[in-house]
């Protein structure tokens, strides 16, 4: 028999995150439904491990984290580069991908290293892939999960200025345009973060928790 998750409609989360860019599209998203969130550096929360080999494994543990450090309910993600010719590489790896093969942890080295792997492939397409976890305590029986996926192809010479990770490189055809040129309202419209954050939307919604 499963015991019933707490009742009652979201006001404050914890962000199980200490990306900046992160932190900033969650802020956005989360705003018009009155929830705010806090990142868990400002709460002295350190990253959670992340040793699983999906993205909801991984999201699940990061949001468990830190809600169990915070007393509060928390919100996380994982989300990364799936790359066709590269066998859905990065993956969970994306952002130490550099990292794994002994270089930097930095957005500039994951990008080198994955335009050096793409050099003779005969495709550049793939997609950004993210998983939504809310959990309303540490140990919610029914933790509310969305996802989202946004394609694109990866380009050789970075473009824009905006977004980070792996934007400059990811375009989208349809636009013609990376992901960094656009605006954040724009990306926030279109990413495979905002679609996974709609959709959370609209189960918290279900469940009377916005």
Not at 25 to 39: Q, R, T, Y
Not at 78 to 106: F, K, Q, T, Y
Request: with cysteine; aromatic share 6%; charged share 20%.
């Amino acid at each position: 028999m499963s015991v019933a998750p707490p009742a009652g409609r979201l006001s404050r989360v914890v962000i199980a995150s200490g990306n900046a860019g992160k932190l900033r599209e969650f802020a956005a998203l989360l705003a018009p439904f009155g929830v705010s969130g806090v990142g868990q550096r400002e709460l002295g929360i350190a990253d959670a491990p992340e040793p699983h080999a999906t993205f909801l494994e991984n999201a699940l543990a990061k949001a468990r984290h830190a809600s169990a450090a915070a007393g509060l309910p928390a919100i996380a993600d994982d989300s990364g580069l799936c790359l066709d010719a590269l066998g859905g590489a990065p993956g969970v790896h994306s952002a130490r991908w550099a990292e794994l093969a002994g270089g930097p942890r930095d957005d500039i080295a994951n990008n080198r290293r994955v335009a050096s792997q793409l050099r003779q492939a005969a495709s550049r397409a793939g997609h950004y892939y993210c998983v939504l976890v809310l959990v309303r305590s540490p140990d919610d029986p029914q933790p509310v999960v969305a996802d989202g996926l946004w394609r694109g192809e990866f380009v050789d010479i970075p473009r824009g200025e905006s977004g980070f990770g792996y934007d400059p490189h990811f375009l989208l055809p349809e636009l013609g345009c990376t992901v960094a040129e656009l605006s954040p309202e724009r990306k926030n419209a279109l990413s495979h973060r905002g679609q996974a954050m709609r959709d959370l939307q609209e189960r918290l919604r279900r469940a009377g928790l916005v």
